[in-house]
């Protein structure tokens, strides 16, 4: 006999705030990984930078050499208004002045997703559509996600004042420099929760908010290279609300009012605006497609690169704006660099003690990193059309596992190559109308050439990762982020030999400070080959996840 439960009497009582506890709790649980990882991983890089602080520049004059670069508009551009960079110099105004900014971009990375992942995405797979067939208040989910976001914007703030006040940070200023932060970090979860209503596709929602921020980005480099200590036009960005603080300087609270203020009224109007359209819909409709696919659409390739090309097309246009900003500023800051003194200076000069080359090897090596992030991005997405039940329909056709991730795998190799070498040529078209040195424009490409094995083993490594397991992912960025930090810092740090070696691009040779030899570059194509082959073969026997 078989018992059956008696279906739970919904009721019409409740506010529209019904549930919001429950799915609060539900939100933490699922998050208890994820979460986490994203503040520690943030306010661990504020001891980090301390330490190197400490090995790299013992004294004041060593720290007044180096600050003496980031002057004039380099230090508009890099890292904000630049308060504290001359006679109050510190550790702390020099932390403040140029690396708080990454600070706020990583917080406003984490709130971002935080609440795409919580709304748009829940609505997008049809689970928030279960979550409301039981008693749920209208605004629960919202208002669930937004509690999260506070809480996770405070865990931040506790953690980042921890760290410096570690270092014996002054309690106000090192108050202020947490707040900013996470009010910043508010701010940015408030525009998701605004932009999330717009569309019905995540990925859009994600995409709105991010142009918000990197449009922000823009005007506040502009705003702050017009003026000493920025301009009115850095002001209607929300980085000046809290770089306009003068932590360690001339503290001042009120600038984050502003951003309470922008955050509140953001979070109000996101909540207005998902009171005027319907469950899983946008405010804005969806464009209708083609009732029939392209004819180019009919292999695993032109689907994969239909997937990729608009993440293409973005990461080219920011990597050839970089590559032209970096090659525009070599020779200045290579002027700026000829008095620096100690272990620095002897690593930009790229042990040749050439400031030029080994200046622009470093940026070489940026843009390897940056195009290894594109490439970690593109596998993650064949793992979220795996995820989001897309694939499925595709291996119901006459198309393998193997010829399907095979296709995305190729495509983004090829771009990634092409990316990069994009990327270091047009920094060495300004770099050589800026020298008048042409043959730097060969030079930084055939460099973004010799880099493109080391490249394709992140992309080997990630595909291997993912066909084992596609929760192992997140393994390849740990190797990516270390892999860069060794780059710029190894040596410095006095890495050991053996914890060098984990970066893919330890055995490239540095072209043109020295020579290329073809023994690791080949070494270097067959790891690749191993490792995407392994993952090939590994998704082709495995299961595919739904979550």
């Known amino acids: 006999m078989t018992t059956v439960a008696a279906p739970v009497a919904r009721t019409d009582h409740g506010s529209a705030l019904t549930g919001t506890g429950t799915l609060l709790r539900f939100m933490l649980r699922r998050d208890r990984v994820r979460l986490p990882a994203w503040i520690v991983g943030i306010s661990i890089f504020v001891p980090y930078f301390f330490t190197a602080f400490q090995t790299l520049f013992p004294s004041a004059t060593e720290l007044a050499e180096v600050a003496a670069f980031t002057t004039g508009p380099m230090i508009g551009l890099l890292g904000g208004p630049g308060y504290g960079l001359g006679a109050e110099l510190t550790y702390f105004t020099f932390f403040n002045a140029i690396y708080v900014l990454y600070f706020m971009l990583a917080a406003a990375a984490m709130n971002i997703l935080l609440v795409s992942r919580h709304t748009r995405v829940e609505e997008q797979t049809g689970r928030a559509e279960l979550v409301r067939a039981n008693v749920l208040g209208r605004h629960a989910a919202l208002a669930a996600t937004t509690i999260l976001a506070v809480a996770s914007n405070v865990a931040l703030f506790v953690l980042v004042l921890a760290g410096l006040r570690g270092f014996d940070a002054p309690m106000s200023g090192a108050a202020l420099v947490a707040a900013g932060i996470s009010v910043f970090g508010l701010v940015f979860a408030a525009v998701t929760i605004t932009a999330v209503q717009i569309s019905e596709y995540s990925r859009v929602a994600s995409g709105i908010a991010g142009a918000v921020l990197g449009g ?101 246009i920011g990597l050839i704006a970089g590559g032209l900003i970096y090659g525009s ?219």
């Not at 980005?217 to 502009?222: G, H, K, P, T, Y």
């Not at 095979?406 to 994009?422: D, P, Q, R, S």
């Not at 394709?456 to 192992?472: H, T």
């Open 216 to 316: 922000a980005f823009v005007l506040r480099a502009a705003g702050d290279l017009i003026g000493d200590h920025g301009s009115a036009l850095s002001w209607i960005t929300p980085f000046a609300w809290s770089q306009q603080t003068r932590a360690f300087v001339d503290e001042r609270w009120w600038p984050l009012l502003i951003s309470l203020t922008a955050a509140v009224a953001l979070t109000i109007l996101g909540f207005v605006l998902s009171t005027r359209r319907d469950l899983g819909a946008g405010l804005r409709a969806t464009r209708r497609g083609h009732d029939r696919a392209r004819a180019w659409l009919s292999s695993p390739v032109a689907l994969a690169w239909r997937l990729h090309r608009d993440s293409v097309r973005g990461w080219a």
């Open 329 to 547: 500023t070599a020779q200045p800051l290579a002027d700026s660099f000829q008095d620096l003194s100690g272990t620095l200076g002897q690593v930009l000069a790229g042990g040749q003690g050439d400031l030029l080359t080994g200046y622009l090897n470093m940026m070489v090596v940026m843009m390897v990193i940056a195009t290894a992030i594109f490439q970690v991005l593109a596998v993650s997405k064949v793992r979220t059309e795996e995820t989001d039940g897309r694939t499925e329909p595709v291996l119901a056709t006459a198309v393998s596992k193997q010829r399907l991730l095979g296709a995305h795998l190729g495509v983004v190799a090829v771009a990634g190559v092409v990316l990069l070498v994009l990327s270091t040529a047009s920094m060495g078209l300004t770099a050589a109308a800026g020298t008048g040195d042409w043959s730097l424009l060969g030079e930084l490409t055939v460099a973004g050439l010799v880099y493109s094995p080391a490249l394709l083993v992140v992309l080997g490594l990630a595909a291997a990762l993912y066909g084992l397991n596609p929760r192992l992912l997140g393994i390849a960025s740990a190797v990516l982020a270390f892999s860069g930090l060794a780059a710029f810092f190894g040596e410095m740090m006095e890495l050991p030999e053996a914890a060098q070696a984990i970066s893919p691009w330890h055995y490239t040779p540095t072209y043109p400070v020295e020579s290329v030899t073809a023994l690791p570059l080949v070494v270097q194509l067959a790891v690749f080959t191993g490792l995407a082959a392994t993952g090939i073969w590994a998704f082709g026997r495995r299961d595919l996840r739904s979550v």
